[in-house]
């Protein structure tokens, strides 16, 4: 009977002990709101445990609810740096692209532009390349650079005027003549001439019927003729040549100076040794392509004047002066003087046979040449691709004119030579680089 009578009195104690408990206050951080809510008469709901920095590092955030700790979102995932400098440079790479495309439409803009000044330097710059081994043979007999290269220069120029002298009479007389051959041409080929103008207006009737019949007044300008052209041509071909030549000779008298300059100014020892090498390289090929060049153009120019003398063309000597000239264009040239030969030649016999002889002729001489004898004497020195000679033909013509297409062979043997000593440009090199050559490296 005692015994329950000491755990009921126990019991009230165990409860004082419990409620003093729960009054007294608390060092824990989650029970002081409890006790500022319990002093204020406020009910706060009591906040969730804050766990240590380990275990929320331990679980990567994860914790009460969606979204880790607290609720909030995670943070967005990096991008890995290297893939986002990749992209960089991608982009850096596409933009230097666009500013090399952009810098070589100025720079070919600039050189129509300027195409009045560039002519005579670039022809001068030729000339010089390719009378420099023949100035310093010369100079080892003990006579000064300057001497002989004025002495060359005057020589050329004085051999120059004397052949246009010589050549003025036969070539005044055919400038008269023209008139009649382009008559007694028309009267030879009317069946053609009169399918042609059938065709011209028809197309214009067309045209009249698509524009309508009310159409504002035009305004026809009288084209200058022929005579006049060839006259404005003439004279600027003679200034340009003219500043060529003073050129050439300033450059031939000055011996190796620029090229002793170049070297200099170059900081590298390798540097020094490329650019003698490419600069030795750039006159030995074209000097060697433009002379044989000539004594193969002078060569064939007599080949076809006695051919054609003997096939009894008027003027044959000066057809053969001017498929010497023409031979300086590659493929074009001797197109051209076979047609003007050929059109001379129906007006001048009675029989179409006879006529088609002469331009078969002249083709048949410039065939040998240019897929004999130029292959043989300059092949073994330097060879190109024939689709990079044509399209350098055909650019450099668009770009200058006739003039630009007769130096579009050596601007291709300069740029040839440069691009096998640049490591970086081997690869066009390589392009520009005819059959024979690319066999033999193999």
């Known amino acids: 009977m005692g015994q329950p009578s000491n755990s009921h009195a126990r019991a009230p104690g165990l409860a004082a002990a419990t409620a003093a408990t729960q009054s007294a206050p608390s060092d824990d951080p989650g029970q002081m709101p409890r006790q500022m809510g319990a002093e204020e008469g406020s009910h706060a709901p009591r906040p969730a445990m804050t766990r240590p920095a380990t275990i929320e590092a331990r679980t990567g955030g994860l914790g009460d609810g969606p979204g880790g700790a607290g609720g909030r979102p995670p943070a967005p995932a990096t991008p890995p740096s290297g893939k986002t400098m990749a992209d960089r440079l991608v982009a850096l790479s596409r933009i230097e692209y666009m500013l090399a495309g952009l810098l070589i439409i100025l720079v070919l803009w600039s050189i129509y532009v300027a195409k009045v000044v560039m ?26 650079e300057g001497v002989v290269a004025v002495g060359l220069i005057l020589s050329i120029g004085g051999g120059m005027a004397l052949g246009l002298y010589l050549m003025s009479g036969p070539a005044a007389d055919l400038v008269d003549a023209m008139p009649g051959i382009r008559y007694e041409l028309n009267m030879k080929l009317a069946g053609l001439t009169e399918q042609l103008e059938s065709v011209k207006q028809a197309s214009e009737e067309i ?11 035009q305004v026809v300008m009288e084209a200058p003729s022929i005579v006049n052209k060839a006259v404005a041509s003439l004279a600027g071909t003679g200034t340009a040549l003219m500043i060529a030549m003073i050129l050439a000779m300033f450059l031939l008298g000055s011996g190796d100076m620029f090229r002793r300059k170049l070297v200099e100014s170059l900081p590298r020892l390798q540097d020094k040794k490329r650019a003698v090498r490419i600069s030795h390289d750039i006159e030995r090929q074209i000097s060697r392509y433009l002379g044989a060049i000539t004594v193969i153009n002078a060569c064939l120019g007599i080949a076809i004047g006695g051919t054609l003398h003997v096939l009894g063309m008027p003027y044959a000597y000066l057809w053969g002066v001017a498929a010497f000239l023409l031979n300086y264009l590659p493929y074009m040239g001797a197109i051209i003087g076979a047609g003007a030969v050929g059109a001379v030649a129906l007006v001048t016999f009675d029989t179409t046979g006879e006529a088609l002889l002469v331009p078969g002729a002249y083709l048949v001489l410039t065939s040998i040449e240019g897929q004999m004898i130029t292959p043989w004497l300059v092949g073994r020195h330097l060879s190109l691709n024939a689709a990079a000679v044509f399209i350098a033909v055909i650019f450099w013509a668009w770009l200058w004119g006739v003039a630009g297409a007769l130096m579009a062979v050596p601007f291709l043997v300069f740029l040839k030579v440069l691009c096998d000593h640049v490591p970086a440009l081997n690869v066009i090199g390589n392009f520009l680089s005819g059959r024979e050559e690319v066999l033999a490296e193999e």
């Open 119 to 144: 002519l005579p330097l670039v022809l001068g710059f030729l000339i010089a390349l390719t009378l420099a081994p023949l100035v310093r043979w010369i100079a080892r007999t003990g006579i000064p």
């Open 207 to 217: 045209e009249a019927l698509a524009g309508g019949e009310d159409q504002p007044g």
